[in-house]
């Protein structure tokens, strides 16, 4: 689903990643992330897809919802985890939106 973001501006965190073989824990652990973040001030949504490459983009309202997700104590554990056990590669950046539109049908 596309996340129904506010006017710009505001921030994307674009979390794009290669997994290792098996589930091990992720489908949860990623479930979790995401209901955690919903809970966060500043959250305003995410869309993410996996194939052979993952792509998850979360909507923020400022850098300080950003940096205190990145502090969040769960979110740390499961980055931890997935430096140690899920991921072969990843690479996050960090995006001001200054500028959006869509389309529907």
């Known amino acids: 689903m596309i996340a129904k973001t ?3 501006p505001y ?3 674009i979390f794009s990643s290669t997994r290792t ?3 091990n824990g992720y489908s949860d652990m990623a479930d979790l992330m995401v209901d955690l973040a919903e809970k ?3 959250f305003l949504g995410v869309e993410s897809a996996r194939n052979d490459l993952g ?12 940096k205190r997700w990145k502090d969040n104590a769960k979110h740390t554990i499961a980055r931890e985890k997935g430096r140690s056990e899920w991921y072969k590669s990843f690479k ?9 539109y869509e389309f529907e049908k």
């Open 40 to 42: 966060q001030k500043g």
């Open 92 to 100: 996050t950046r960090i995006a001001k939106v200054e500028r959006d």
């Open 6 to 8: 506010p006017k710009p």
């Open 11 to 13: 921030y994307a965190v």
């Open 55 to 66: 792509v998850t983009v979360s909507y923020w309202k400022d850098l300080g919802a950003i």
């Open 21 to 23: 073989e098996g589930d």
